[in-house]
């Protein structure tokens, strides 16, 4: 074969309680979420060789990223052939992208891949995830925009979001499909975190954070961890579940990498991500049955839409208008649990549990009728962006 | 916006020092490469152009065009002021070099796409801040 994600398949998901507050620590959810997932496969702790996590643990309070893979690695007391985090990869999926890397390489057959979060718990005591330091002078990429009072994501991300507005003329009533429909679909999904349905009055009537973004907008901070088994095909045949097929990845990093010096602010990263991952395959946008596109703000969600094929360039207002083509029941029905908008952020995890838990046909309430076998998901905003599609065997 | 919050400041290095000290003496400094012409930014001694090391920040006018901008509206912090502009700002002298920054002295809607904006600059700590602000003022 000539790519090695076909040589990959999710065998398993899990996903642990999700909440605005647990009672339980990072590492017993990070735990939870694994045991899930191992379970899932069918396998045992015993068969796990491999961990791939994204970033890594951080090593702050801020809940971000509160696992390290030594902890889980020493918790379930598993014996690893190979193990990887990192942060500077494309997007939350670069922990999958290196585990295929590592199973084609021989260095592993069953890898466990987690994303944890603690956000909820995080921003009781502090104002978590902020991008500024508190009382030192900040350092690297984002340090070009510190003495201006960027203290969020949003408000970063929310340049490049008043750019696409500008270019493909998308009204407020449209943009708000986004996080209806997802309300919408979260209110059929026990794991997510507002499941009460949201209209267009309540998206207009809600505060406004920066630029275009409205808090309905953006993700929810959570305290929760999924986790999902990647296996070598051979391995993955011998499994509980239909493999999931890695049809196809897009890894690459054709543009600038920078946070200010972002060509194309507008679409971000994302076109020669999709046009690397459409390269790697014979399936075409049509042949998607459910996309789990990443919502860590609406806009990603749009921008993926677009440069996923889905729909033309800004083209996406019109796909979304009235919220029927990105239903459950619509012809693309997109991020089918609540997504990260009202699911909470799980930040991609989250995606792939759902997208996987829909093509084995076991989503309940909200599964996708007419037996979804194709899933295209992606991650990440600015200069990072990953893509994967997935097929059901 | 000066005044009510101190602004976090960046860590100074080799290569970032002169663009954040240079409005002690009312400039604007960019890398630029000695043989090609090109602008470095952010600065680093290589031109990715003709591969040149002889790159060195020079002051540029001062002038561009707000290439995407952002009105801010949640209070992160205390005492944030209550609305303010994000921008990134194109060069005048080569528009692939974006500058992040506020721009102030004037009513945040009244920035548009495109606007011709000037550079001054407001002294914090050891740093001088290029902030930005419209054509005229």
């Known amino acids: 074969m000539r790519y090695g994600e076909k040589n990959c398949a999710i065998t398993g998901v899990g996903i642990s309680e999700v909440s605005r507050g647990s009672a339980k620590s990072s590492l017993e959810l990070t735990v939870d979420a694994a045991l899930d997932a191992i379970a899932d496969a069918g396998l045992k702790r015993s068969d796990i060789d491999g961990i791939a996590t994204w970033p890594g643990g951080d090593g702050n309070a801020s809940g971000f990223s509160p696992v390290w893979i030594g902890q889980l690695q020493d918790a379930l007391r598993l014996k690893l052939n190979w193990y990887s985090n990192g942060g500077e990869s494309p997007g939350q999926y670069g922990a999958v992208f290196n585990a295929i890397g590592a199973i084609n390489a021989g260095l592993a057959r ?27 002078r900040q350092r690297g990429g984002f340090a070009w925009y510190a003495p201006y009072h960027v203290h969020a994501a949003a408000l970063q991300q929310s340049l490049y979001f008043n750019a696409y507005v500008h270019k493909s003329g998308i009204r407020p009533e449209q943009q708000a499909m986004i996080a209806i429909n997802q309300r919408r679909n979260a209110g059929l999904n026990p794991h997510a975190i507002y499941r009460d349905p949201i209209t267009l009055d309540d998206y207009m009537a809600s505060p406004r954070i920066a630029g275009p973004l409205r808090i309905y907008d953006c993700d929810v901070p959570i305290d929760g961890s999924a986790a999902i088994i990647v296996s070598a095909m051979d391995a993955a045949r011998d499994c509980r579940n239909p493999a999931i097929r890695i ?147 | 916006m000066s005044g009510s919050l101190p602004r976090p400041l960046p860590a100074l290095d080799r290569d970032n020092a002169a663009y954040w000290t240079g409005g002690e003496k009312g400039e604007l400094l960019i890398c630029r490469c000695g043989d090609c012409g090109y602008y470095v930014h952010p600065p680093v001694r290589f031109c990715p152009e003709c591969e040149s090391r002889d790159v060195a920040p020079q002051p540029v006018s001062g ?75």
């Not at chain 2, 707000?66 to 002298?93: C, G, H, M, S």
């Not at chain 2, 500058?99 to 600059?121: Q, R, W, Y």
Request: hydrophobic share 40%.
């Open chain 1, 110 to 136: 069953h890898v466990l891949i987690y994303r944890s979060m603690y956000e909820a718990s995080a921003r009781k005591l502090a104002f978590a995830n902020s991008l500024v330091k508190e009382g030192e």
């Open chain 1, 247 to 393: 049809e196809a990845v897009g890894s690459s990093m054709q543009y600038r990498n920078s946070w200010t010096q972002l060509a194309e602010v507008d679409t971000q990263a994302q076109p020669k991500v999709a046009e690397m991952m459409w390269s790697r395959t014979d399936l075409k946008p049509k042949d998607v049955d459910i996309a789990e596109l990443y919502d860590g703000f609406s806009f990603h969600t749009l921008n993926w839409l677009e440069n996923f094929g889905f729909c033309e360039r800004y083209g996406a207002k019109d796909f979304i208008e009235g919220g029927t083509r990105i239903a459950l029941e619509g012809e693309l029905p997109v991020n089918t649990g609540g997504g990260a908008l009202s699911g909470g952020r799980l930040h991609a995890y989250g995606a792939v549990w759902e997208g996987c838990t829909q093509l084995w046909g076991r989503a309940g309430e909200r599964q996708v009728k007419g037996d979804p076998r194709v899933c295209a998901t992606s991650t990440a905003g600015g200069p990072l962006a990953g893509a994967m599609l997935l097929v059901r065997e």
């Open chain 2, 63 to 137: 002038r561009g065009s707000v290439y995407t901008f952002t009105i801010n509206y949640k209070q992160w912090v205390p005492r944030l002021p209550e609305r303010y502009v994000l921008a990134l700002v194109a060069l005048a002298e080569q528009e692939d070099v974006l500058l992040p920054c506020n721009v102030v002295n004037c009513d945040p809607d009244e920035v548009t796409f495109g606007m011709p904006v000037k550079v001054l600059f407001e002294q914090c700590e050891d740093l001088w801040v290029p902030l930005f602000e419209p054509e005229g003022r």
